[in-house]
């Protein structure tokens, strides 16, 4: 698949069965988990306009960890982005916890690959990443 349209995307994304939302050119999907308490880490798959070369999965739950000190939330990003391959984590000018996986649109890649490398991961990894942060905090 190369130059991955919006349609086969979602298409992609449906196969996860998972409650998504539409935003413009964003699929929002809230992972519930009960570790983490009642709020949901949110999933959003930004597809950008039709020239634009990369899909972005941008995961975050606001709020989560507001009792760490900045310095305590860069040394936590720091250890999980020397660790882990991806997502990449970082903290917002809202101090919340950002994650980002980035799948290069122009790139011929299979759909099992977008599939399995690229939604399955970037949620899976983002949940990961929360739980990681409760077990610290």
Do not use: H
């Amino acid at each position: 698949m190369k130059n991955i349209t919006f349609s086969e995307f979602r298409d992609i994304l449906d196969t996860f069965e998972l409650t998504v939302r539409r935003d413009g050119n964003k699929l929002i999907v809230p992972m519930n988990d009960r570790e983490l308490g009642e709020k949901p880490v949110l999933i959003i798959f930004s597809l950008g306009d039709e020239d634009s070369a990369k899909i972005q999965a941008t995961a975050m739950l606001p709020g989560f960890g507001s009792s760490m000190s900045e310095i305590e939330k860069m040394r936590f990003c720091n250890t999980w982005n020397r660790d882990k391959l991806f997502p990449k984590a970082y903290i917002d000018s809202d101090e919340d916890f950002i994650l980002e996986v980035t799948l290069f649109k122009d790139e011929e890649v299979s759909e099992e690959y977008v599939k399995d490398n690229f939604i399955g991961l970037s949620i899976v990894t983002s949940v990961e990443f929360f739980k990681e942060l409760k077990k610290s905090l």
